[in-house]
């Protein structure tokens, strides 16, 4: 059975950092590619960052530059460090996995993923 849960989400002042971390259980995160996407209140999901199975990563526009996807392949675990975090990053954020080794649509089309974590909460304020 496919679990994946994050971590590392709180409040944070604007131009501040978090790192995220998303940790899998039934589930090899190196097989596949896998991200992170987040969701606002009143708005639609978007995707933040992907990286595929060959570490190929994608950045939606508003996170290039300032947040970085990567994997520890020992432990399992997806990361996301966001740099110089904006108010407008406020959002709940969740990890998931398209269970293909490649990412067909970069960081875009949450709907191709199949498996998800219940997210978890960043808050930034000015």
């Known amino acids: 059975q496919v679990r994946l849960v994050e971590s590392g989400g709180g409040p944070v002042k604007a131009g501040g950092s978090l790192t995220l971390s998303c940790a899998a259980s039934?589930?090899?995160?190196?097989?596949?590619?896998v991200g992170w996407f987040r969701q606002a209140p009143g708005k639609e999901r978007e995707g933040v960052a992907t990286?595929?199975?060959?570490?190929?990563?994608y950045y939606s526009i508003f996170a290039k530059g300032r947040f970085t996807v990567s994997r520890d392949n020992t432990k399992n675990t997806l990361q996301l460090q966001m740099n110089s975090l904006q108010p407008d990053d406020t959002a709940m954020y969740y990890c998931?996995?398209?269970?293909?080794?490649?990412?067909?649509?970069?960081?875009?089309?949450?709907?191709?993923?199949?498996?998800w974590g219940q997210g978890t909460q960043v808050t930034v304020s000015s």
């Open positions: 998931a996995a398209n269970r293909l080794p490649n990412c067909p649509y970069g960081a875009n089309r949450p709907s191709t993923f199949v498996d």
């Open positions: 039934g589930f090899t995160l190196s097989t596949s590619c």
């Open positions: 990286i595929s199975r060959g570490g190929n990563d």
